[in-house]
């Protein structure tokens, strides 16, 4: 019998970390193309990507920052290009959305519920910024990254139009419902590929009954009608990753998510966390999908049908 195929994610830069906790931490546009093609060579199928201000490293959502690496990454890899329209949780829904709907990439990722978000935590180890951003940004426990139905219908009525799919991002159990809410009116269709997310400070946490109640829970609302992917922040990323590979599912790893390639070990790239990630997978007797597998697991429309 064939051995699964398990679909690595690598979010590479993403816009939680900022760019004095880590010099491996993707910035300008040569650096994030770079580590995506490093990260598909080492077996990642899609690649997730956010832009940043390539002076000061903070999140820029306008599609001109996304140009110069999305062509870069297209011209020397067939991985999977997953746009964020999560943006970060202090731009508007109206910002978060741009680059995905000039783009038109095979998949954006789409936060599925309001939350808290709450990135303090972060300075009980990191306490020396570079720029004063960094230091505004992590210490606001003010932020609600909102995601209202209208939100998420914006977004989706927005790319309805250009063949995209999405990333459900799911940070609790309320995300789920939401999602089957959308389904379950006709506005999005199957097979979901569904990223559950644990350990963020304001969505479920990283306990292994917690991975275990999230997988139950999309298996009543969805059947067979999605694809499950996790992702574990921090020191949490691949143990999760581990627990949801030997339960059938795809993972997703990367700076984005964790800085750490093992206790106390910074990661050296993105290419580092998919290796360890392709050690889990295949140590499992399963096999990693290529890009062309992840299209037709996911129903894809293909690299020759993006904006970019």
Request: net charge negative; proline share 5%.
């Amino acid at each position: 019998m064939a051995s699964r195929k398990v679909i690595i994610t690598c979010a590479v830069t993403g816009a939680i970390h900022t760019p004095s906790m880590s010099a491996a931490l993707p910035v300008t546009a040569e650096q994030i193309a770079d580590a995506a093609i490093g990260a598909a060579e080492a077996g990642a199928a899609i690649v997730h990507l956010h832009a940043r201000n390539p002076v000061d490293g903070r999140p820029d959502q306008t599609p001109e920052g996304f140009s110069p690496f999305l062509q870069v990454i297209k011209q020397r890899s067939d991985c999977v290009v997953n746009i964020t329209t999560g943006g970060a949780p202090t731009m508007t829904i109206e910002e978060r959305v741009r680059p995905a709907a000039t783009h038109k990439p095979e998949v954006a990722s789409l936060n599925m519920g309001s939350m808290n978000f709450g990135l303090f935590g972060m300075l009980n180890r990191f306490k020396d910024f570079k720029h004063q951003w960094e230091k505004d940004y992590l210490s606001d426990k003010g932020i609600i990254f909102r995601n209202s139905f209208a939100d998420i219908e914006y977004i989706l009525t927005t790319c309805a139009e250009n063949g995209t799919r999405f990333e459900f991002e799911c940070y609790d159990t309320s995300h789920l419902y939401n999602l089957k809410y959308f389904l379950d009116q006709g506005i999005v269709k199957g097979p979901l590929f569904v990223q559950t997310v644990f350990g963020l400070q304001g969505g479920i946490g990283a306990h292994p009954e917690d991975v275990l109640h999230m997988k139950r829970t999309a298996d009543r609302l969805f059947g067979d009608n999605y694809r499950w992917s996790v992702l574990g922040a921090g020191r949490n990323q691949l143990p999760i990753a581990a627990m949801a590979a030997a339960m059938g599912g795809n993972i997703r790893v990367g700076l984005e998510d964790s800085l750490w390639a093992g206790p106390g070990k910074f990661a050296e790239s993105n290419a580092q966390q998919v290796r360890l990630a392709r050690q889990i997978i295949e140590g499992l007797g399963l096999e990693v999908a290529t890009p062309d597998e992840a299209r037709e697991i996911l129903e894809l429309k293909g690299a020759d049908k993006v904006g970019f």
